[in-house]
Nanobody
């Protein structure tokens, strides 16, 4: 049984920053890839960032490159998403997900378990 709990969402003005955290428990977190996705109202869930088990392989959506940074602390079973220079179009529910594979992926369907999500709202 895997549990993922996101935190750190909230309300911020455009140009501001937030740091999301995702705490994992239940299985050997450090051997799995992790990802962040988001879903805005009326839209499909989309890829944001992913990281391999070791952190050596990282992918970002073009829309967040240069502004968001994904990282992980395997000792704490936690993955982070540092979000800077936030824009109104970043407003969404953000989900972390675990892939029972060591390789990072940008595909929603490659992930096996999801957190409950955390709301991020960016005001213009």
């Amino acid at each position: 049984q895997v549990q993922l709990v996101e935190s750190g969402g909230g309300f911020v003005q455009a140009g501001g920053s937030l740091r999301l955290s995702c705490a994992a428990s239940g299985r050997t977190f450090r051997t799995y890839a992790m990802g962040w996705f988001r879903q805005a109202p009326g839209k499909e869930r989309e890829f944001v960032a992913s990281i391999s088990w070791s952190g050596s392989s990282i992918y970002y959506a073009d829309s967040v490159k240069g502004r968001f940074t994904i990282s992980r602390d395997n000792a704490k079973n936690t993955v982070y998403l540092q979000m800077n220079s936030l824009k109104p179009e970043d407003t969404a529910v953000y989900y972390c997900a675990v892939r029972f594979n060591s390789m990072a992926s940008m595909l929603v369907g490659d992930y096996n378990h999801w957190g409950q999500g955390t709301q991020v709202t960016v005001a213009s």
